[in-house]
C-alpha cells in the first residue's frame, strides 16, 4: 500500500485567514489542496470559478487538485487546467456516453494532467470497471457532493474495496480518493478498504491543521 496523501478541501477555509491557513497546510505535510467547483446546477451550490483557482495557484505550491460538480466539464475542462490545476476530475454522471469519459480523460492526460472520475453515493462502482486504464485516479464520494460538514456513509467502503480489488489484480498506480465525512476514524476505514488520498475539509480547518493532517496521513 502506497502512502496516504491528504488533500485539505479549500470548501471549509476561514477565508478571511486564508494566507495564514495556507501556509500552515503547507507546512503540515498534506501534499494536495483539494479545489470543489459547484455550477449550482450538477449540485444546489455554487463556488469557485478559474480565476479563484489562479489565485490559490499563485499563492500556493502543493498539487492543485480540481474535483468539478458541474454540468459540463468538457466545456470547463481547458479553462482550469489553464489556470494552474494539477488534476482535474469529473463526475461519470455528469457525461453521456463512455466515447465522451474517455476523450476528456484523453484531453486531461494531453495537458500532462492527472485525470480524475468520481461518482456520488447511489451510483454503482461498476460504472468505473470499464475505465480502469483510462484514469490516473478514482474519487469515491462518501457523502452526497454539494456541502461540506456531512456524515461519511459507510457503504463507501464496499466501493473502495472493490476498487481496489480491480486495481490491485491490473498492477494499477491508479488512486483511489475518498471525500466527505473524513476525520481521524472514518479516514482509517477509509484507508484500510484501500484508499490512497483523504479529502477532508472541516476535521482539517476547525481543528488544529497540522495535528488533523497528521492524524490521516
Known sequence: MTKTIVAPSVLSMDYSRM???????????AEWLHFDVMDGHF????????????GFRKACGLFLDVHV???????????FLSAGADGYTFHY??????EEIRSLASLIRAHGKTAGISIKP?????????????????LI???EPGFGGQKFIPESLDKI?????WLDEMQSQAHIEVDGGINQTTG??????????????????????AEAVNSLA
Open 19 to 29: 494566507k495564514e491557513q495556507l501556509e500552515e497546510v503547507e507546512n503540515s505535510g
Open 43 to 54: 449540485v444546489p451550490n455554487l463556488t469557485f470559478g478559474p480565476d479563484i483557482l489562479k
Open 69 to 79: 460538480m458541474i454540468t459540463k466539464p468538457l466545456f470547463f475542462a481547458e479553462k
Open 93 to 98: 454522471e455528469a457525461m453521456d456516453s463512455e
Open 122 to 138: 447511489d451510483t454503482d462502482v461498476s460504472v468505473l470497471k470499464p475505465f480502469l486504464n483510462d484514469f490516473d485516479l478514482f
Open 141 to 143: 464520494m462518501s457523502v
Open 161 to 165: 474495496r472493490t476498487l481496489r480489488g
Open 188 to 209: 482509517a476505514l477509509a484507508k484500510n478498504a484501500g484508499a490512497d488520498v483523504l479529502v477532508a475539509g472541516s476535521y482539517i480547518f476547525r481543528n488544529d491543521i
